[in-house]
C-alpha cells in the first residue's frame, strides 16, 4: 500500500460499519511495518484511531489491530500512544485481553519430538495473504486444499518453477498462487452448481425433453474436476502475465477466468473430450476474453440501468458526432490534393492516324482548403502535385459556402473511353476494358443558377442548380473526410459508412470508459479528507467572501 492511500485508508477505519473497518485495519497490518509508512500514518492521526480500534471492537477487528500496533512498535515508532491521555485505560485493556484470553504456548522449544517452528514467510510465498492461512480456506474448505496440494503434486516441476519466477518480482507484481488455486475452485463449484440439492435434480429429470435437454442435466465434465481446476489454473496464470497484473488487480483475474469457464467449459456439449476442453482453455485469446466481458458488462447495466443508459448513449452520441465533426472540418482546413483527368480533342487527321481515334487522358492536380474563418472554399489547378502544400494566397479561386445548394456523390468506375457505371453494378457485368478500371468517388459541389446575382431569391425559388466544383478523391477514406466535412459544414448528417462507422466507435468506447470507471468502493469511501470545510475568516475584512 502507497502512503497516497493513508488518507483513504483512515476514513474506512473511521467507518461505521465492522465490515470496512476489518477490511481496512487488515491491509493495514500488511503495511504498517514500513518505516516511512508508519511515520505518515502517526504524522496523519492515526494512532488516535487505532487506539480507539483496540478499545471498542472485537474479534478480528481487534486482532488486526493488535497486530498492526505490534508491527509499529517492532520499528520502534508509535510508543507515544502509551504517553497519551488515556495510555492507562489501553494497558489495562491489553492486560485484560490477556488474561481473559490466555494463548496456548509450548513449554519449551521442542519438547515434542519431531517438533520445529514453521517459517511464517513460506505461506506469503505460497500466495497466502497471512502467515495464519487457516480462514482462507473457510469458502473452499477441504476440497480447495486437496486442489491446491493435488495440483502442486501433479505439477511439481512447472510448480516449482513458478515459484521461483515470482520470487524474484516485487511484492506487489507476484501472483498469488495459493489464493488463485482457491478462487479457482469456488468458479469451478459455482459452475457446476455443486450446492445444489439431490431434490433439484430429481425436479431436473422430469422435464427432459430428448436429447436438447441432456447437456443442461448431464455434464460429464463434472467428473474431470481435476483436471478442469489445473487447466482453469494455468489459465489464470496466463492472463496474469498477458495483463501485468498486480496484487490490488486479482479480482479482475479472477472475473477474466470466471468468463473463461463460463464459455468454454459451459459451452461444450457433453461429448466433448475434455482434451479439446483444456486446449481451449489454454490458447483462448485475451483480447477475446475482454470483448466477452465488454458484451456481459453492458448486458448486466442495460438489465439495470436500461433507461440511464439509454440516456447516456444519446448523449455520447451527441458528444460523438460532434467530435467527428471537427475532426472532418479539420481535414477540410488542412487541404487535400485531387486529381483531374482531362480528356483532349482529337481532329479527324488524329483519328485516322495511329492512335485510331483514342483520346489519351492528361492529369493535372486541385488542392482544395478551407478558409481559417470557414466561410469560404479556397482551390486551384496545378501541372503536377506539389512536395509542400501551397498556402492560400496561392489558391486564386474561392467558393462562398453560402451560395452552396447541395453536395452530391456518386462511385464509378473509370475507364479509358470515359464510360462510367453505376456504384451498385460490378465490374463482371461489362466487357473487360483494355485499362483495368479504377473506382473512384466523385464529390460535385452544386449551386444556384441565380446566388451570384441574388442570393436570397435563389434559396426561396426553384432555380436550376449547375455544378460549381468536381473532385475525386484518390482513396475511400478521403472520400469520406470531404464529402462527410463539406456536408457537417453545411449543418447537414454524414453518409458514408466510414463517418458513422467513427461516430458509433467513439460512443461505444465513451460508455465503456463510464461504465469501467464505476466501482463498487466509490459508494463506500465517503466523501475525501478535508471536503466541505469552509476556510476560517480570521483576518479577513467584512468585504471579502470566498468565491462559492
Given at each position: 500500500?502507497?502512503?497516497?492511500?493513508?488518507?483513504?485508508?483512515?476514513?474506512?477505519?473511521?467507518?461505521?460499519?465492522?465490515?470496512?473497518?476489518?477490511?481496512?485495519?487488515f491491509k493495514?497490518?500488511?503495511?504498517?511495518?514500513?518505516?516511512?509508512?508508519?511515520?505518515?500514518?502517526?504524522?496523519?492521526?492515526?494512532?488516535?484511531?487505532?487506539?480507539?480500534?483496540?478499545?471498542?471492537?472485537?474479534a478480528?477487528?481487534?486482532?488486526?489491530?493488535?497486530?498492526?500496533?505490534?508491527?509499529?512498535?517492532?520499528?520502534?515508532?508509535?510508543?507515544?500512544?502509551?504517553?497519551?491521555?488515556?495510555?492507562?485505560?489501553?494497558?489495562?485493556?491489553?492486560?485484560?485481553?490477556?488474561?481473559?484470553?490466555?494463548?496456548v504456548?509450548?513449554?519449551?522449544?521442542?519438547?515434542?519430538k519431531?517438533?520445529?517452528?514453521?517459517?511464517?514467510?513460506?505461506w506469503?510465498?505460497?500466495?497466502?495473504?497471512?502467515?495464519?492461512?487457516?480462514?482462507?480456506?473457510?469458502?473452499?474448505?477441504?476440497?480447495?486444499?486437496?486442489?491446491?496440494?493435488?495440483?502442486?503434486?501433479?505439477?511439481?516441476?512447472?510448480?516449482?518453477?513458478?515459484?521461483?519466477?515470482?520470487?524474484?518480482?516485487?511484492?506487489?507484481?507476484?501472483?498469488?498462487?495459493a489464493?488463485?488455486?482457491?478462487?479457482?475452485?469456488?468458479?469451478?463449484?459455482?459452475?457446476?452448481?455443486?450446492?445444489?440439492s439431490?431434490?433439484?435434480?430429481?425436479?431436473?429429470?422430469?422435464?427432459?425433453d430428448?436429447?436438447?435437454?441432456?447437456?443442461?442435466?448431464?455434464?460429464?465434465?463434472?467428473?474431470?474436476?481435476?483436471?478442469?481446476?489445473?487447466?482453469?489454473?494455468?489459465?489464470f496464470?496466463?492472463?496474469?502475465?498477458?495483463?501485468?497484473?498486480?496484487?490490488?488487480?486479482?479480482l479482475?483475474?479472477?472475473?477474466?477466468?470466471?468468463?473463461?469457464?463460463e464459455?468454454?467449459?459451459?459451452?461444450?456439449?457433453?461429448?466433448?473430450?475434455v482434451?479439446?476442453?483444456?486446449?481451449?482453455?489454454?490458447?483462448?485469446?485475451?483480447?477475446?476474453?475482454?470483448?466477452l466481458?465488454?458484451?456481459?458488462?453492458?448486458?448486466t447495466?442495460?438489465?439495470?440501468?436500461?433507461?440511464?443508459?439509454?440516456?447516456?448513449?444519446?448523449?455520447?452520441?451527441?458528444?460523438?458526432l460532434?467530435?467527428?465533426?471537427?475532426?472532418?472540418?479539420?481535414?477540410?482546413?488542412?487541404?487535400?490534393?485531387?486529381?483531374?483527368?482531362?480528356?483532349?480533342?482529337?481532329?479527324?487527321?488524329?483519328?485516322?492516324g495511329?492512335?485510331?481515334?483514342?483520346?489519351?487522358?492528361?492529369?493535372?492536380?486541385?488542392?482544395?482548403?478551407?478558409?481559417?474563418?470557414?466561410?469560404y472554399?479556397?482551390?486551384?489547378?496545378?501541372?503536377?502535385q506539389?512536395?509542400?502544400?501551397?498556402?492560400?494566397?496561392?489558391?486564386?479561386?474561392?467558393?462562398?459556402?453560402?451560395?452552396?445548394?447541395s453536395?452530391?456523390?456518386?462511385?464509378?468506375?473509370?475507364?479509358?473511353?470515359?464510360?462510367?457505371?453505376?456504384?451498385?453494378?460490378?465490374l463482371?457485368?461489362?466487357?473487360?476494358?483494355?485499362?483495368?478500371?479504377?473506382?473512384?468517388?466523385?464529390?460535385?459541389?452544386?449551386?444556384?443558377?441565380?446566388?451570384?446575382?441574388?442570393?436570397?431569391?435563389?434559396?426561396?425559388?426553384?432555380?436550376?442548380e449547375?455544378?460549381?466544383?468536381?473532385?475525386?478523391?484518390?482513396?475511400?477514406?478521403?472520400?469520406?473526410e470531404?464529402?462527410?466535412?463539406?456536408?457537417?459544414?453545411?449543418?447537414?448528417?454524414?453518409?458514408?459508412?466510414?463517418?458513422?462507422?467513427?461516430?458509433?466507435?467513439?460512443?461505444?468506447?465513451?460508455?465503456?470508459?463510464?461504465?469501467?470507471n464505476?466501482?463498487?468502493?466509490?459508494?463506500?469511501?465517503?466523501?475525501?479528507?478535508?471536503?466541505?470545510?469552509?476556510?476560517?475568516?480570521?483576518?479577513?475584512?467584512?468585504?471579502?467572501?470566498?468565491?462559492?
Open positions: 500500500m502507497d502512503q497516497a492511500d493513508i488518507p483513504s485508508l483512515l476514513s474506512r477505519l473511521n467507518s461505521d460499519e465492522d465490515a470496512m473497518r476489518k477490511m481496512a485495519v493495514l497490518q500488511s503495511s504498517i511495518n514500513d518505516p516511512s509508512f508508519a511515520d505518515v500514518f502517526i504524522s496523519s492521526g492515526g494512532l488516535t484511531i487505532l487506539r480507539r480500534l483496540i478499545m471498542t471492537t472485537n478480528n477487528t481487534l486482532a488486526y489491530s493488535l497486530q498492526s500496533l505490534s508491527r509499529l512498535l517492532e520499528v520502534d515508532m508509535g510508543w507515544e500512544i502509551f504517553e497519551s491521555p488515556g495510555a492507562g485505560e489501553l494497558v489495562e485493556r491489553v492486560v485484560e485481553l490477556i488474561v481473559t484470553h490466555p494463548l504456548e509450548e513449554a519449551a522449544e521442542g519438547s515434542k519431531g517438533s520445529r517452528r514453521h517459517n511464517p514467510e513460506k506469503r510465498r505460497l500466495g497466502f495473504e497471512t502467515e495464519s492461512p487457516a480462514w482462507e480456506f473457510e469458502s473452499t474448505g477441504f476440497l480447495g486444499m486437496m486442489d491446491l496440494t493435488d495440483y502442486i503434486r501433479k505439477n511439481e516441476d512447472s510448480f516449482q518453477k513458478l515459484l521461483l519466477e515470482q520470487s524474484s518480482k516485487p511484492l506487489h507484481e507476484r501472483c498469488p498462487i489464493r488463485a488455486s482457491l478462487i479457482v475452485t469456488s468458479i469451478l463449484y459455482d459452475h457446476f452448481d455443486v450446492d445444489k439431490d431434490a433439484e435434480d430429481a425436479k431436473a429429470y422430469l422435464v427432459l430428448g436429447v436438447k435437454n441432456y447437456d443442461k442435466v448431464f455434464r460429464p465434465l463434472l467428473l474431470q474436476w481435476s483436471r478442469l481446476h489445473t487447466s482453469s489454473l494455468q489459465a496464470f496466463r492472463l496474469w502475465k498477458a495483463t501485468g497484473a498486480e496484487q490490488d488487480d486479482f479482475k483475474v479472477a472475473e477474466l477466468v470466471r468468463i473463461l469457464v464459455q468454454v467449459v459451459g459451452q461444450a456439449p457433453r461429448t466433448k473430450d482434451l479439446e476442453v483444456e486446449e481451449e482453455l489454454s490458447e483462448f485469446e485475451y483480447s477475446k476474453l475482454r470483448n466481458q465488454m458484451e456481459l458488462l453492458e448486458l447495466f442495460e438489465d439495470e440501468w436500461g433507461q440511464h443508459l439509454h440516456q447516456v448513449r444519446d448523449e455520447l452520441k451527441h458528444e460523438a460532434q467530435f467527428v465533426k471537427e475532426q472532418r472540418i479539420r481535414c477540410l482546413l488542412q487541404g487535400g490534393w485531387f486529381p483531374r483527368i482531362v480528356q483532349p480533342k482529337v481532329n479527324g487527321d488524329e483519328s485516322s495511329r492512335s485510331n481515334g483514342r483520346r489519351i487522358p492528361t492529369t493535372s492536380w486541385r488542392f482544395v482548403r478551407l478558409s481559417h474563418n470557414r466561410r472554399l479556397h482551390y486551384f489547378d496545378f501541372d503536377h506539389m512536395n509542400k502544400d501551397p498556402t492560400l494566397d496561392q489558391l486564386h479561386e474561392k467558393i462562398d459556402l453560402s451560395t452552396i445548394s453536395v452530391v456523390s456518386n462511385v464509378s468506375a473509370s475507364t479509358d473511353d470515359g464510360s462510367s457505371i453505376s456504384s451498385s453494378s460490378t463482371k457485368d461489362t466487357a473487360p476494358p483494355p485499362i483495368k478500371p479504377i473506382s473512384t468517388t466523385k464529390i460535385t459541389i452544386n449551386s444556384y443558377v441565380s446566388a451570384g446575382e441574388n442570393k436570397t431569391q435563389a434559396a426561396g425559388s426553384d432555380s436550376a449547375k455544378a460549381i466544383l468536381t473532385l475525386m478523391p484518390p482513396t475511400h477514406s478521403l472520400a469520406s470531404w464529402l462527410d466535412g463539406l456536408l457537417m459544414l453545411l449543418n447537414q448528417a454524414p453518409i458514408t459508412a466510414e463517418t458513422n462507422k467513427l461516430v458509433g466507435l467513439v460512443g461505444e468506447y465513451g460508455l465503456k470508459i463510464r461504465l469501467l464505476v466501482r463498487l468502493d466509490d459508494g463506500y469511501g465517503g466523501p475525501p479528507p478535508d471536503a466541505g470545510i469552509v476556510p476560517s475568516r480570521e483576518g479577513l475584512d467584512d468585504d471579502y467572501y470566498y468565491e462559492v
